[in-house]
């Protein structure tokens, strides 16, 4: 079993930044894939960015420049930097976390809510 906890969300003004953290613990030898995903009111979850076990990135078109996501393997933590943060950013944040053997398994977090508003 992995538990991921989530931190650092808030309520910011537009083109302000925030950093997110999520904490790993458990079964993490077993975990690749990390991501972050978020669900804004009356929208479906939708992933935001992963990060592979190599370093491998990957981004939502509507994040591109503006996100950046970094894990920090010694400390079992993955984190999201946004940066010119808009009103459409707000929604629910969820750390997500993926472990492919022996079966696949998928792990989230409770969530860290980001408000981005003036």
């Known amino acids: 079993q992995v538990q991921l906890v989530e931190s650092g969300g808030g309520l910011v003004q537009p083109g302000g930044s925030l950093r997110l953290s999520c904490a790993a613990s458990?079964?993490?030898?077993?975990?690749?894939?990390m991501a972050w995903y978020r669900q804004a009111p009356g929208k479906e979850r939708e992933l935001v960015a992963d990060?592979?076990?190599?370093?491998?990135?990957n981004y939502a078109d509507s994040v591109k420049g503006r996100f950046t996501i970094s894990r920090d393997g010694s400390k079992n933590m993955v984190y999201l930097q946004m940066s010119s943060l808009k009103p459409e950013d707000t929604a629910v944040y969820y750390c997500?976390?993926?472990?492919?053997?022996?079966?696949?398994?998928?792990?989230w977090g409770k969530g860290t809510l980001v408000t981005v508003s003036s």
């Open positions: 997500y976390a993926k472990q492919p053997l022996p079966y696949v398994m998928n792990y």
């Open positions: 458990g079964s993490i030898n077993r975990i690749n894939t």
């Open positions: 990060i592979t076990s190599g370093g491998r990135t």
